[in-house]
């Protein structure tokens, strides 16, 4: 099964920056939006942000003005700009393809309908 594959996760300071990548090969940008996911340690799910297929673009009120959401349609990549980063945003990311939109309020970081998922990159923020 195509499965879409995350990096860029670390360790940063508060303050700091991160890039995260998103790799998905063998999808149509066109057909999903595509988006990130974040599992908190509290096991919490939020959409952090997520770009149509018409590139509009969605962010979550606590990453606003700090993260930016960007595609490479070329090279099939997704990207996620975080700036200024807090130790709140601690938490596993996860880039998914929808199917073909993401719902903004979902109970879990789990795959749903024919969703993809990939398999998380962690992001520690911390001094």
């Known amino acids: 099964q195509i499965q879409p594959v995350e990096s860029g996760g670390g360790l940063v300071q508060p303050g700091g920056s991160l890039r995260l990548s998103c790799s998905a090969s063998g999808f149509r940008f066109d057909d999903n939006d595509m988006g990130w996911y974040r599992q908190t340690p509290g096991n919490e799910c939020e959409l952090v942000s997520s770009?149509?297929?018409?590139?509009?673009?969605y962010y979550g009120d606590s990453v606003k003005g700090r993260f930016t959401i960007s595609q490479d349609r070329t090279e099939n990549m997704m990207y996620l700009q975080m700036d200024n980063l807090e130790p709140e945003d601690s938490a596993v990311y996860y880039c998914?393809?929808?199917?073909?939109?993401?719902?903004?309020?979902?109970?879990?970081?789990?795959?749903?309908?024919?969703?993809?998922w990939g398999q998380g990159t962690t992001v520690t923020v911390s001094s």
């Open positions: 998914v393809v929808g199917d073909p939109t993401l719902p903004v309020v979902r109970e879990s970081c789990t795959p749903k309908y024919l969703e993809l």
């Open positions: 770009i149509s297929t018409i590139r509009r673009t």
